[in-house]
């Protein structure tokens, strides 16, 4: 197979996907993933910044992280950005840590108007809990 039809073959599944993209989402909603080995959440804070509690970041003790998301990866090096999670894909937090594939993922809508907390809690120093 030449890189032009492999190129197309992404492109097409990256089309099927049952996907979370970063533009539907807003302040205060929660990702929830599941993945080969591990269970996620993920609270949107802002554009592309959020804080991540689960898998790689309690086994290290610093839950809550907050982080960016690269986006899914397939495996290699080919990155799907517009994306929080994609099952079938691996998620890459903006540390550069990679989960195994994601087998379910699940939106909670923040029932609450979250802009103000949001933006104070995204202006806080990293790993800051922000109270009040």
């Not at 929830?32 to 003790?61: H, K, M, P």
């Not at 990866?73 to 903006?94: I, M, N, P, Y």
Request: proline residues 2%; positive net charge.
């Amino acid at each position: 197979m030449d890189t032009a039809s492999t190129i197309r073959a992404v492109a097409e599944n990256a089309e099927s996907l049952e996907q979370v993209r970063k533009k539907d989402l807003r302040c205060g909603d929660r990702v929830l993933v599941r993945t080969g080995n591990s269970a996620y959440t993920i609270w949107v804070l802002a554009e592309d910044l959020y804080w991540v509690w689960g898998g790689w970041f309690d086994r290290q003790g610093v839950a809550p992280q907050r982080v960016t998301i690269n986006g899914c990866t397939w495996g290699g090096s080919t990155l799907k950005c517009d994306v929080v999670a994609a099952r079938g894909l691996r998620l890459e937090f903006g540390n550069r840590v990679l989960t195994t594939p994601i087998q379910e993922v699940r939106v909670i809508r923040a029932a609450w108007k979250a802009s103000a907390a949001c933006r104070r809690i995204s202006a806080a120093p990293l790993n800051h809990w922000v109270t009040g």
